[in-house]
């Protein structure tokens, strides 16, 4: 079974993303349920994942390439809500590859950065451009986004992360 191990932290400042080329991402949810199942185009690719129910910081995660047409379709015809727009940008820091997702569309003002743990417990350094994490916070997944897009969450309009 492939285990995903994830913090996931709210970025303060994103001057260090200034230069960088990111990866423009439009994925979407086709179910919501005991597994959650998301189709995501990323760049020039394509992804079918299936990932458990969170517990804790870990949840089981299953990652299959697709075509990049039927995911076109399938983000048209089969998700009920709009599909998350995101850039991601790769960032190496202390031995750890950052993922940090600037948001657009509906979850504009919202950036958030994720790094993948061997473990739980693993001992984890932080960059400097990263502020409160929300690890644990539902409101953060992707899949609630999609629901409720961060434009609808009251501290939206009155201050940025």
């Keep these: ?33 005991t597994a959650t199942v998301r189709v995501r185009i990323a760049g020039n690719e394509a ?3 299936i990932k ?3 517990q804790g910081i870990s949840r089981s995660e ?3 390439a697709i075509p990049k047409a039927d995911a076109h379709n399938m983000l048209a015809t089969l998700c009920d809500e709009a599909a998350i727009e995101k850039t991601r940008y790769l960032i190496d820091f202390a031995g750890k590859c950052w993922e940090v997702d ?3 569309g509906a979850n504009q ?17 932080l960059p400097v451009w990263v502020a409160q994490e929300v690890s644990t916070e539902a409101r953060y997944f992707n899949s609630q ?17």
């Design 47 to 49: 992804f079918l994942t």
């Design 1 to 33: 079974m492939a285990i995903e191990i994830e913090r996931k932290f709210l970025v303060s400042n994103t001057a260090f993303l200034d230069g960088l080329t990111g990866t423009e991402f439009q994925q979407g949810y086709l179910s919501h349920g």
């Design 62 to 64: 299953y990652e299959y």
């Design 145 to 161: 986004l999609a629901k409720t897009p961060y434009s609808q969450w009251p501290e939206a309009t009155s201050e940025a992360p």
């Design 52 to 54: 458990g129910k969170t």
């Design 102 to 104: 600037v948001f657009h």
């Design 109 to 125: 003002g919202l950036i958030v950065a994720e790094v993948e743990l061997d473990t739980e417990d693993e001992a984890l350094t």
